[in-house]
């Protein structure tokens, strides 16, 4: 006989998240970006400066038992850019949660996941049929997650390889860690630590990567240097870089490939991955952008691996990149997606599909939904997890790699 169980109380606290937002058109637009000084204006809705300390909602969820499962509403650095939902602002939720999602929650049966994960991710009624927020669906996922573990005395991971029937991996999942462009000692450590990719280097403006893309060669040469020079000759690191269209704002696209084979032959003997090469103004045009660039470096054997983000936000977004053979690798997002199970499915969807995996998500996030990723990702072997929360590469590897330390020794 199936037993019921019911949240008892639910809270929703204001909090911190792992970094900040930024609003990506405005720095693009800016020839003068300064980072470190309020220099330029806002351009995209929500924002209120270039800049903006980020903010989560904790969701705590009280069980019979006293448990209380949690899970933390949090969106991406770049808000509102390529189809995203816009800045998550919390004070503008906090009262749709305790005045309209608050009772649906508690009438929900915590004993199973699935089933409450899609339907707190669909339109509401109450709502004029609109969804809620990717960030809000985001942290109540977790906290459900969370609250059937609970229920039933085992991991997270447990429950997602029971409900979608999978297999549990027997050993942590490679780690793509975060790291500050400017920061050797953070590369030293890395590659101390032995981790599996890195140094994912943000370049957001096309002036980051300099003329003709000089300064990127330069950096990707540095890095493979550092790495010969002070890692142990059996450490085989894959290169990951993060261009946010830097690279299609510098060159024309036919151009891009010839820089492309600079970037390989700079990094040897390293194999790389470059994460939005070109950002176009539609998911139709960046999908058929990416296609012919990945057909170009097939044809001219060049062997860098590209990764697709913007405009690749939801599981319909992610099967039309994978079925245009678009990309190598589609970073699923986690925040980006909304209910936790979108991105369960959504990596079980580029498994089958022999697409690469990178179950993601951002620096912008905290501990409670990278442990929930961390689990995830055990129950659905992704290629990589991207590190989070921040960019100290440190702190995000520990949690994630601990999380998943302890749950194997836990099953």
Same mark, same amino acid.
């Given at each position: 006989?199936?037993?019921?169980?019911?949240?008892?109380?639910?809270?929703? @606290?204001?909090?911190?998240? =792992?970094?900040?937002?930024?609003?990506?058109?405005a720095?693009?637009?800016?020839?003068?970006?300064?980072?470190?000084?309020?220099?330029i204006?806002?351009?995209?809705?929500?924002?209120?400066?270039?800049?903006?300390?980020?903010?989560?909602?904790?969701?705590?969820? &009280?069980?019979?038992?006293?448990?209380?499962?949690?899970?933390?509403?949090?969106?991406?650095?770049?808000?509102?850019?390529?189809?995203?939902?816009?800045?998550?602002?919390?004070?503008?939720?906090?009262?749709l949660?305790? *005045?309209?999602?608050?009772?649906?929650? !508690?009438?929900l049966?915590?004993s /199973?996941? &699935?089933?409450?994960?899609?339907? %707190?991710?669909?339109?509401?009624?109450?709502l004029g049929?609109?969804?809620l927020? /990717?960030?809000?669906?985001?942290? !109540?996922?977790?906290?459900?997650?969370?609250?059937?573990? !609970?229920v039933h005395?085992?991991?997270?991971?447990?429950?997602?390889?029971?409900?979608?029937?999978?297999?549990?991996? *027997?050993?942590?999942?490679?780690?793509?860690?975060?790291?500050?462009?400017?920061?050797?000692?953070?590369?030293?450590?890395? %590659?101390?630590?032995?981790?599996a990719?890195?140094?994912?280097?943000?370049?957001?403006?096309?002036?980051?990567? =300099?003329?003709? =893309?000089k300064?990127? !060669?330069?950096? @990707?040469?540095?890095?493979?240097?550092?790495?010969?020079?002070?890692?142990?000759?059996?450490?085989?690191?894959?290169?990951?870089?993060?261009?946010?269209?830097?690279?299609?704002?510098?060159?024309?696209?036919?151009?891009?490939p010839?820089?492309?084979?600079?970037?390989?032959?700079? +990094?040897? $003997?390293y194999?790389?991955?470059? *994460?939005?090469?070109?950002?176009?103004?539609?998911?139709?045009?960046? %999908?058929?952008?990416?296609?012919?660039? &990945?057909?170009?470096?097939?044809?001219? &054997?060049?062997?860098?691996?590209? @990764?697709?983000?913007e405009?690749?936000?939801?599981?319909?977004?992610?099967?039309?990149? #994978?079925? +245009?053979?678009?990309?190598d690798?589609?970073?699923?997002?986690? $925040?980006?997606?909304?209910?936790?199970?979108?991105?369960?499915d959504?990596?079980?969807y580029?498994?089958?599909?022999?697409? =690469?995996?990178?179950?993601?998500?951002?620096?912008?996030? /905290?501990?409670?939904?990278?442990?929930?990723? #961390?689990?995830?990702?055990?129950?659905?072997?992704?290629?990589?997890?991207?590190?989070?929360?921040? %960019?100290?590469?440190?702190?995000?590897?520990?949690?994630?790699?601990?999380?998943?330390?302890?749950?194997?020794?836990?099953?």
């Amino acid at each position: 006989m199936h037993l019921k169980v019911h949240p008892t109380e639910i809270r929703f @606290v204001r909090g911190l998240s =792992g970094y900040f937002h930024k609003d990506l058109q405005a720095v693009k637009n800016s020839p003068n970006y300064d980072p470190l000084i309020d220099n330029i204006a806002p351009v995209t809705s929500g924002f209120k400066n270039v800049v903006q300390a980020g903010e989560v909602i904790s969701v705590l969820l &009280r069980l019979p038992n006293g448990a209380v499962a949690i899970g933390e509403c949090v969106d991406v650095i770049f808000s509102g850019a390529a189809s995203r939902d816009p800045l998550f602002i919390p004070s503008e939720h906090l009262p749709l949660l305790n *005045e309209v999602i608050k009772p649906r929650l !508690l009438e929900l049966d915590v004993s /199973t996941f &699935r089933l409450n994960s899609v339907t %707190i991710d669909e339109p509401w009624p109450e709502l004029g049929n609109k969804r809620l927020h /990717t960030a809000v669906r985001y942290g !109540l996922s977790q906290a459900l997650l969370s609250a059937t573990a !609970l229920v039933h005395h085992c991991t997270m991971a447990e429950v997602v390889s029971r409900e979608w029937n999978t297999s549990i991996s *027997e050993r942590p999942i490679d780690i793509l860690a975060s790291c500050h462009r400017n920061d050797d000692l953070q590369l030293d450590r890395m %590659i101390m630590k032995q981790v599996a990719m890195f140094p994912h280097a943000s370049f957001v403006h096309v002036n980051d990567i =300099g003329p003709r =893309g000089k300064t990127m !060669l330069e950096y @990707v040469a540095h890095v493979s240097r550092r790495i010969q020079e002070r890692g142990d000759a059996d450490y085989q690191p894959r290169l990951h870089f993060d261009v946010y269209g830097t690279i299609g704002d510098a060159f024309l696209e036919a151009d891009i490939p010839d820089f492309l084979r600079k970037v390989e032959e700079v +990094a040897k $003997p390293y194999q790389v991955l470059i *994460e939005s090469p070109i950002v176009s103004s539609s998911r139709e045009s960046q %999908i058929l952008s990416m296609k012919q660039l &990945r057909k170009a470096l097939l044809a001219r &054997r060049i062997n860098v691996k590209i @990764v697709a983000d913007e405009w690749c936000n939801t599981l319909d977004d992610i099967k039309m990149f #994978a079925e +245009a053979n678009a990309v190598d690798f589609v970073q699923v997002k986690t $925040p980006d997606l909304g209910g936790l199970h979108n991105s369960i499915d959504a990596v079980l969807y580029c498994l089958k599909e022999n697409v =690469g995996c990178c179950l993601g998500g951002s620096a912008n996030e /905290t501990d409670i939904s990278a442990r929930a990723t #961390a689990q995830v990702a055990l129950a659905t072997q992704p290629q990589f997890l991207l590190s989070k929360p921040g %960019i100290g590469a440190d702190e995000g590897l520990m949690i994630l790699t601990n999380e998943m330390t302890r749950t194997l020794a836990l099953i």
